[in-house]
């Protein structure tokens, strides 16, 4: 397993205990949990919005495409 792999297995796992860590209202109340909540939901937002607009752009370049090219 390469040091990407590794990472990418390191930032998957945090996510799936955070998401755990977020459904429960006794963690959420202490204050440092709560901000690093917050702080993952925003990087996701903003994850979400650059996927839209990647796909934006392709769907659009996709409509110059002529049927027969596809």
Do not use: H, Y
């Not at 990472?7 to 709560?34: A, F, G, H, M, Y």
């Not at 901000?35 to 409509?63: C, E, P, Q, W």
Request: charged share 30%; hydrophobic share 45%.
């Amino acid at each position: 397993m390469n040091k990407n792999n590794l990472i990418n297995l390191s930032t998957d796992t945090l996510e799936t205990v955070i998401d755990q860590l977020i459904d429960n209202e006794l963690v959420k109340s202490i204050p440092v949990v709560n901000t690093a909540v917050n702080v993952m939901a925003i990087g996701r937002s903003i994850r979400d919005v650059l996927l839209a607009k990647k796909l934006k752009v392709f769907f659009d370049a996709l409509d110059e495409v002529s049927d027969e090219e596809r």
